[in-house]
């Protein structure tokens, strides 16, 4: 088989950019186009729920850079794909040929409005972040649903304005993704900072048309002036409806970011890895491994690194916390360097199988340190 000549990456951002760049740096000479959603081009979306929510000083920087960058660019989105025909329509009109296509259209917020509800809050584009920004500039109470990173760097941005929070989740914050030792430690740290930490038996739902509270499985309301919810993230693969590539979980991939039609691959957070149960690791530097595998596997090269990189990092509280391998930690850590109630330590945990998961909670140091203390 030769080698593909056209190739469309869709969806331009951090896991289609990688993509596309890869290609280039593999060798690959043949068209690249690159088809992009948002008018303004596209934007790291770490610094939205830290940096943007501070003040507008890095509005303007977050935009990736593409000149000189040999690529066609669409900026229409991807309304159809016929992996028959290797054709995708956008919505300006366009059809674009292929001969191999990789998706990474990410994904949109998950929305827990009723039908019909309005005023539902949300933190995933630029736009939504700068509202945000807004909303709290006035805000003098509120209340975020879900105590995940994303909700969790939300409940800091208001601790930082000094707006009295309350976060609501089904679980203990962050255990879900950082086990029940960092959750407890992250707790006890936001109810030192005043923030009400309420874990409801089950799913809370949004209060008011338009919204202006939450409503806990007990039947309690919660009212406040700004209510805002990060519970998930949807994968963007409406227009892929009728090829037999995604379900609810997204685009199936195999590790090398092929997924199940000849010539179609996936990266970043529009993908679920099928192993096992299929799992979902909708996180920046799964999408910059996943985008490097799935250029080497669209010139039919084997990919350099697997599809999955267990670096994880978040700010929550005036802390910066890094994590590397597999999540969650279970227990207690097998070793504790530094203080935890102190803001500066650095946990392992040791599992039987060998694999280890070492966080640097609050503690300063280098990422490829922590990798290499993670081996
Ligand atoms: C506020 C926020 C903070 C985060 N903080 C962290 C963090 O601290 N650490 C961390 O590891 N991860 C973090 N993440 C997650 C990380 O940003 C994502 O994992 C990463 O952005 C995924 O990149 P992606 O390219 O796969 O998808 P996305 O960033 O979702 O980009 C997909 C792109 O495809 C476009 N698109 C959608 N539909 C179409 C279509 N039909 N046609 C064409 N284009 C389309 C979208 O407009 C978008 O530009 C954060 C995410 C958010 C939202």
Redesign the pocket.
């Known amino acids: 088989m030769t080698p593909p000549c056209s190739i469309v990456v ?7 950019i990688t993509a596309a760049r890869e290609l280039r740096e593999l060798g690959h000479t043949g068209p690249i186009t690159l ?4 008018d303004r081009g ?1 934007y ?3 610094p ?3 940096a943007v929510l501070k003040d507008d000083s890095s509005d303007s920087t977050l935009g990736y850079r593409l000149d000189g960058f040999d690529i066609d660019l669409v900026r229409s ?3 159809t794909a016929d992996v028959d025909r290797r054709v995708v329509a956008t919505a300006n009109g366009q059809e674009i040929g292929y001969d191999a296509l990789i998706i ?4 949109r917020a998950r929305r827990i409005a009723a039908p019909g509800q309005r005023g539902e809050t949300v ?2 584009t630029l736009d939504d ?1 700068r509202r945000l920004r807004t909303r709290l500039d006035a805000a003098r109470s509120a209340v975020v649903v879900g105590a995940g ?2 909700g969790m ?1 939300i409940v800091s941005a208001c601790v930082a304005r000094g707006i009295p929070v309350t976060v609501v989740d089904v679980d203990p914050p962050l255990r879900r993704i950082l086990g029940p030792f960092v959750s407890e430690a992250i707790t006890t740290r936001a109810e030192e900072h005043g923030v009400r930490v309420v874990v409801t038996p089950g799913p809370a739902t949004l209060a008011g048309d338009p919204v202006d509270g939450v409503r806990l499985a007990d039947g309690t309301v919660l009212t406040a002036d700004l209510v805002v919810t990060c519970c998930g993230e949807v994968p ?1 693969t409406d ?1 892929l409806a009728g090829t037999g590539l995604a379900d609810s979980l997204g685009v199936g991939i195999d590790p090398a970011c092929a997924t199940a039609v000849p010539g179609v691959f996936a ?4 993908t679920c890895l099928r192993a096992g149960r299929g799992s979902r690791t ?6 910059v491994a996943q985008g490097k595998a799935a250029a080497a596997s669209a010139l039919m090269l084997d990919p350099a690194g697997p599809p999955l990189d267990d670096y ?4 929550i509280l005036g802390l910066s916390i890094k994590v590397v391998g597999p999540l969650p930690p279970p227990g207690e850590p097998d070793l504790v360097e530094g203080s935890v109630p102190g803001g500066s330590a650095l946990l392992t945990w040791l599992r039987e199988n060998g694999q280890c998961t070492v966080i640097a909670y609050g503690k300063r140091i280098p990422v490829p340190k922590l990798r290499a203390l993670a081996v």
Do not use: Q, Y
């Not at 869709?10 to 289609?16: C, F, H, T």
């Not at 909708?282 to 999408?287: D, E, G, L």
């Not at 994880?312 to 700010?315: G, I, L, R």
């Open positions: 869709a969806g331009e951002s951090i896991a289609g088809i992009g959603a948002e596209a790291a979306r770490p939205l729920s830290k989105p991807a309304v990474t259209t990410g994904a933190l995933r972040a990173f994303l760097e963007n227009w990266a970043g957070d529009v909708p996180f920046w530097s799964t999408a994880f990092w978040t700010e």
